[in-house]
């Protein structure tokens, strides 16, 4: 519904940007753009395609596919027909794949490439269950087999659908209800064999919502998204951009970021610790490449950008002012012309901030680029929680905490010291294991996180 009333209220707007390589492999990517409109005409021919399949509402479309733009619009092409995505890592092998495929009873597979449909057809006999298999890239799929068709097809015969049943997709979207399953992601458990997670409508337009009501986001922002989406930390990114319809671009090739920065010049980014780490020592090596002087004086930056950036975070938590005092704003200064602007560049003047999560970030790394204004919000989730239960608020953000809550999410800390979470973006449960469901859902809404934590008297 949130997608629909996006498509409505600004159809021309730029929705996505995505690259598209040169032919011959040599020279810059040629990026091309989606406006909202034109995203809806292809998320509906989605729609129309899977169920003139046969998807009926809270029926699973698996999609093993790296990040990039189809996948988002698969996605949403599979929730307008009613019907549930089932997340699939690209680099999970056909064992694995074959299990998620099985137990979530998929009845269609989107998947990327030819090594994804070998991994399929190689399993076959044991998926009864799918019906068809939609190839976004169909190079090097062998021909001649009907139970595998090109995404471009499916697009084509959704397209000839809609035009004998105009009213599909609204009717589809409005029969949903905000507990009709949305998707299923399943989380690899230290051992034994990966747990569904049932994550309901209602998580992600709550998620949608919530983001947007921190302040952190407008509609003249723009995302650099190359997270998996695989991953719910990167599937969330993609609820709140509905939300306030500003541009994301997307590309999951990670040895491009560095190339990409300054093409797509975001406004922010959501990055895992080992991203800032890996920046971080590059810096490093470089200033070390440079000989001993040059070494020196960037051990010296970073140290005045820490003893900074703790300064400027503790006079704003006691008195709401950034002041720092007069002699490490003066070595700041200078630290700024010899190292912070060189780092800055790398960033591009247009991030105001990335946002970290899923792993712990070092507070030193935290700091390290607090100093010279990269600002990095650390936030908490799962994905029992639809990722986002805790980020930290943009202006008043505290590096080595996760910052607050999202409106709307309660937390309590055990006696054990264990979080529990409360709120609408816990799952309804673990698929088909309702055993393992009780060991972390309390009758009453609490969620067991299974991680230890603490809180401040003022709520981080």
């Not at 406006?35 to 809806?40: G, I, K, V």
């Not at 190689?122 to 799918?130: D, G, I, T, V, W």
């Not at 949305?182 to 989380?187: D, K, M, S």
């Not at 490449?289 to 006079?315: L, M, S, T």
């Amino acid at each position: 519904a949130l997608f629909l009333e996006r498509v409505a209220a600004t159809p021309d707007a730029e929705a996505y940007r995505y690259p598209v390589p040169p032919a011959a492999g040599q020279g810059p990517d040629d990026w091309k753009s989606l406006s909202w409109a034109q995203s809806a005409d292809r998320v509906y021919a989605i729609a129309a395609g899977l169920t003139e399949l046969g998807i009926e509402p809270e029926q699973r479309v698996a999609l093993a596919s790296s990040t990039r733009v189809e996948w988002i619009l698969a996605d949403l092409g599979i929730m307008c027909a009613g019907g549930a995505t089932t997340t699939i890592y690209p680099q999970t092998n056909a064992d694995e794949s074959a299990f998620i495929l099985a137990d979530s009873e998929s009845r269609v597979l989107i998947a990327e490439n030819a090594a994804q449909v070998a991994k399929a057809a190689e399993k076959r006999a044991e998926l009864p269950e799918l019906i068809k298999v939609v190839v976004i890239d169909p190079a090097g799929v062998p021909e001649g087999d009907d139970w595998v068709i090109t995404l471009a097809e499916l697009e084509k015969r959704g397209t000839a659908y809609l035009e004998q049943h105009p009213q599909l997709i609204k009717e589809r979207v409005g029969a949903i209800t905000k507990d009709q399953l949305a998707t299923l992601i399943y989380t690899s458990g230290t051992t034994g064999r990966p747990k569904g997670v049932r994550l309901p409508h209602d998580n992600w337009s709550y998620m949608a919502k919530a983001i947007v009501s921190t302040g952190f986001l407008g509609p003249d922002d723009g995302q650099y998204l190359w997270l998996p989406l695989a991953h719910v930390f990167g599937k969330v990114l993609t609820a709140g951009q509905i939300e306030t319809g500003h541009v994301t671009a997307v590309d999951g090739r990670v040895d491009k970021i560095i190339e990409n920065l300054p093409v797509v010049r975001p406004t922010y980014m959501a990055a895992v610790p080992r991203i800032f780490e890996k920046v971080y020592n590059g810096v490093a090596a470089k200033a070390r490449e440079g000989g001993a002087a040059k070494y020196r004086i960037f051990q010296w930056a970073a140290e005045v950008a820490r003893e900074y950036a703790k300064a400027e975070q503790d006079n704003f938590r006691h008195t709401g002012n950034r002041t720092v005092p007069f002699g490490l704003a003066a070595k700041h200064k200078v630290a700024d012309t010899l190292v912070y602007a060189k780092l800055r560049e790398a960033f591009r003047a247009r991030l105001r901030a990335c946002v970290s999560g899923s792993a712990a970030l070092a507070p030193e790394i935290g700091y390290f680029f607090a100093g010279p204004g990269v600002h990095i919000l650390e936030g908490y989730g799962l994905t029992e929680s639809s990722a986002a239960s805790f980020v930290n608020p943009g202006e008043a953000y505290r590096t080595g905490t996760v910052g607050k809550p999202l409106p709307g999410t309660e937390v309590r800390i055990a006696d054990d010291g264990g979080i529990l979470l409360r709120g609408p973006g816990i799952m309804q449960g673990y698929h088909k294991l309702s055993d393992k469901t009780a060991e972390v859902l309390e009758s009453d809404g609490w969620f067991h996180t299974g991680d230890i934590g603490e809180l401040s008297p003022d709520g981080y």
